[in-house]
């Protein structure tokens, strides 16, 4: 998974800060193989943020966990729409896919 997102001047730091605990974090989690941060501080910041897993089925239950609803926060922190990419078996994805694995954890509607 990729994410990259652009943030006010003032927010980069905090944000990046914000992002370095909850790797600590999900460096723990079980299938987590790395994660990593790199934030470009020029006029307009860039935030780059890569988490690589063991399998679908790790991610899907990290996207699943309180960790990625953080990291959801701080996207929401974004000047613009967040560039998310989920590298599947199947091929890429988008943020839709986070949305239908989320989504999955919801009782149905009746």
């Not at 988008?94 to 919801?106: F, H, I, T």
């Amino acid at each position: 998974m990729t994410v990259s997102w652009k943030v006010k001047a003032g927010e980069a730091g905090s944000i990046a800060t914000a992002l370095q605990t909850l790797m600590n974090r999900i460096h723990n989690e079980r299938g987590c193989e790395t994660c990593s941060v790199a934030t470009e501080l020029a006029a307009q910041p860039r935030i780059d943020y890569v988490e690589e897993w063991a399998s679908e089925l790790e991610l899907q239950r990290h996207i699943r966990s309180d960790q990625f609803a953080s990291l959801a926060e701080l996207m929401e922190h974004s000047i613009e729409r967040p560039d998310v990419t989920f590298y599947l078996p199947s091929g890429t994805r988008g943020l839709d896919y986070a949305e239908e694995v989320r989504q999955s954890l919801k009782p149905p509607r009746r």
